[in-house]
């Protein structure tokens, strides 16, 4: 059964950099999709961006100029950087398996906080 | 980038009730190659992630009850429950996944009247 399982620290500081890991079980990362999405607190969903297994990558334009989506196929992980945070990239960040599709598996999702 | 609006922001209805949730979609997400529509609907519960209920507009996401239906096309689409049960409640999505970036709606709360 496929599984996903977000980690990173849960507090940032302002103008720094958000790294997080999707591990992956279950399915190998090779041969498919794998996204992020996140959602502030009260707010909507919002689509991060993708990685396909070969490495190449489809960001959201609105977060495109600070966004970095890595994979490690050995680990069967990838990873979401995020640079120059700021309040409002606080959030419950979510991995998911997909390019622009619909998402049927979705990590469990972690809290960042942008504070000083 | 196609906006996603839903309607209401929130509905309250009584058990064995029908619920109907509306998403508008602000240019078509159907395509003319396959004449599908690129729409899905979600659940999502507080301390869960997402749950994908429908794809393809009106496609039920395997082990979703059949009280849940979705119709529509183009750029109005419904979410329908035939008849709401307790754990029904939640709030629910809908996103167009038509082309980049894919959007949700803002979300509509679903309670117990």
């Known amino acids: 059964q496929v599984q996903l399982q977000e980690s990173g620290p849960g507090l940032v500081k302002p103008s720094e950099t958000l790294s997080l890991t999707c591990t992956v079980s279950?399915?190998?990362?090779?041969?498919?999709?794998w996204s992020w999405i996140r959602q502030p607190p009260g707010k909507g969903l919002e689509w991060i961006g993708y990685?396909?297994?070969?490495?190449?990558?489809n960001y959201n334009p609105s977060l495109k100029s600070r966004v970095t989506i890595s994979l490690d196929t050995s680990k069967n992980q990838f990873s979401l950087k995020l640079t120059s945070v700021t309040a409002a990239d606080t959030a419950v960040y979510y991995c998911?398996?997909?390019?622009?599709?619909?998402?049927?598996?979705w990590g469990q999702g972690t809290l960042v906080t942008v504070s000083s | 980038d196609i906006v996603m609006t839903q309607s209401p922001d929130s509905l309250a209805v009584s058990l064995g009730e029908r619920a109907t949730i509306n998403c508008k979609s602000s240019?078509?997400?159907?395509?003319?190659?396959?004449?599908?529509?690129?729409l899905a609907w979600y659940q999502r519960k507080p301390g869960q992630p997402p749950r994908l209920l429908i794809y393809?507009?009106?496609t039920r996401e395997s082990g979703v009850p059949d009280r849940f239906s979705g119709s529509g096309s183009g750029t109005d689409f419904t979410l329908t429950i035939s008849s709401l049960q307790a754990e029904d409640v939640a709030v629910y999505y809908c996103?167009?996944?038509?082309?980049?970036?894919?959007?949700f709606g803002q979300g509509t709360k679903l309670e117990i009247k």
């Open positions: 996103q167009h996944y038509y082309s980049t970036p894919c959007s």
């Open positions: 240019q078509s997400v159907l395509s003319s190659a396959n004449n599908k529509n690129y």
């Open positions: 279950g399915v190998s990362i090779s041969n498919n999709y």
């Open positions: 998911a398996r997909g390019s622009t599709t619909s998402y049927a598996y």
């Open positions: 393809w507009a009106s």
């Open positions: 990685i396909y297994y070969t490495g190449s990558t």
